[in-house]
């Protein structure tokens, strides 16, 4: 078994989680990353997608997050999200309408739509549905 690390995830205005884990899978603005004990120091921009914390019983917890970063320091790593939300906790038809609400815009071919804030909508909403379903959530 890996040698455990400290983390803390935090959103704004609340911590979502703080322990011991094996391990961490996040999404970078370049792709996913993953982190185990002894990683060497670093800061990762953080784009929307699903963060992967893998507790020390193995055991997995799905969160979403919409953008923020990822410091890696010496025995602990902090993840300092703009918004995040643990599987659990996502309302997922909410999360669906807001996917359509996106799509709908985008292929609406209306000019005064703003595309850049339209696509940011939809990968927030798709990382959401994304942490539900790899939870075993609808």
Known sequence: MPRPFALTVMAPDHALFEGEVQGLIARGIEGYLGVLAGHAPMVAELGPGVLTVVEVDGERRYYS??????????????????????????????????????????????????????????????????????????
Do not use: C, N, P, Q
């Not at 970063?69 to 993840?79: M, S």
């Not at 995040?84 to 996106?102: F, L, N, S, T, Y």
């Open 65 to 138: 997050v919409s953008a923020g970063f990822l410091e890696v320091r010496r025995g602990e790593v902090a993840v300092l999200a703009d918004a995040a939300e643990a599987a659990g906790e996502i309302d997922v038809e909410r999360a669906r309408a807001a996917e359509e609400r996106a799509r709908g815009r985008l292929h609406s071919g209306a000019r005064d739509i703003d595309t850049a804030r339209a696509e940011a909508g939809l990968r927030r909403a798709l990382a959401r549905l994304a942490a539900v379903r790899k939870s075993g959530g609808r």
